[in-house]
């Protein structure tokens, strides 16, 4: 194990030479042959996605000069620190120990950014890696204004970091970059590679019938600029075609599902209609590549999936539901994928081992409640109202003992005790493991019933920002 002071030694050498192999491949180095002969370096030359110009640079440093500000500029609720531990570590990590993130095609640096200041108080080391130099920069900048300086920043593709020996990782994210490779699948390979035994990741990769729409519009634009001299007139062209779309075209009817061009820009509309590497999954495709990667599906990282691969919602019919309930579980996916029709995007937490233990097997650890209880019931009546009440062995309302997230110290078996004191009762616990079981089962969906090791803390941004923090798990 390093020490804090091996880290600092470590991460100090690293950062000397990484700043000698930024030098190398700054934006102004980069050869206008080597940029025309990668279209996709290319776009995120000209073009880092998301948009990020001065003014934003600005909103950011402004925003860190407040010393009342309500938290992190960046927020990405699937890369808390409580639900990485809960649905990648069984609630065991505390992100102490020489914790080791990567961040696989880090772009203008959002994710690094989040889990940085999360990480701040610790001595974890995040590795920033990402083709462009243009996106580095912009990231390199952000990390200063935070006076972050717990993140190695490295200009490389993930195609490379077998020959880069750094070593493996705790957690690695990579957000919406596998699928603009030219072999995602050995990309993922490489990426499971990089990961400790007990370690995990979180990935998104592009649905394909939710964005339906998308690659009729990305073939019409490739016929408009089969002649276009420069991406700036490719932009140009984009738009123009844009702004005369009848009300039929069917990119126009589900525009709300892929607002990019309207929320950033330029940037945005390249990566969405004029990307010229762009590959999109269903649900099947997803699992065949996640196993033939050597991981494990362990979840969706966002409730909007949970809910949206759901089929349960839609369907009433009991007889068929009956039917679709024997198939298996990737044949159930698909079809809630396909009746839902709106899922753009799989993002999802995998690890490189079989998570075989359930969250609730160690009756020692504790059971935390996220965010609002308003959210949570209204939630729980809205699943009642549609898909029938839980079956319940034991009349308990369990809300009125899991403790909140900021004040969670009680253990799932002091619970049950203190159930049995308060309803005088004497239920075993196998038989209020069997209750809570269902009753966390029921409400899984909207993530806010995670799992820790009992002498686990909260976050302490979560307890600094607690209002921004509880509104993650509030959106339902």
Known sequence: MLLDTDITIKMKTLNNLLFIVCIAYSESNLSPDKIDSDPVLGQYTEY??????????????????????????????DLTLENLNHYLYHGDEDFQQSFRVLIAGGGIGGTAMFLA??????????????????????????????????????NDRIENIPNLDLGLFDLIDSYGVLHHLKHPQ????????CLKEKGGMTIMMYAQYGRTGVYNMQTLQQLVNDGARSRKEEVSNAWKILEILPPTNLFKR???????????GDAGLYDLLLHKQDQAYTMPDMMEMINMSGLHFVSFAEPVARLSMNYRWFLKDKHLLETLGAF????????????????MKHTFYISKENQEAKPLDDLDKKLCFMGKPDTFNKFLKNKEKEL????????????????SHQDCTRSIKQMFSKINLKSRTTKSDEKLLNELKSFYNYGIEIGQLLVRKKEIGPSPLSIQFRELFDRFYTWY
């Open 117 to 154: 200041e999360q990480l701040n108080h610790t001595n974890a080391e995040i590795v920033y890696l990402d083709f462009s130099p243009a996106s580095m920069k912009i990231a390199q900048g952000r990390a200063a204004i935070r006076n972050l300086k717990n993140i190695i920043f490295i």
């Open 388 to 403: 029938g009440k839980r079956n319940r062995s034991v009349n308990i309302e369990f809300l009125d003992f899991i403790q």
């Open 328 to 343: 298996p579980a990737i044949d159930q996916l698909a079809i809630g994928e396909l009746i839902s029709g709106n899922v």
């Open 254 to 264: 589900t525009e709300k599902l892929a607002p990019d061009h309207l929320r950033a």
């Open 48 to 77: 880092p996605y998301p948009e990020f110009n001065p003014i934003h640079m600005d909103a950011e440093r402004s925003h860190y000069a407040n010393v009342k500000r309500e938290g992190p500029h960046v927020v990405i609720p």
């Open 186 to 193: 050995e990309a993922l390979q490489i990426l499971g590679n």
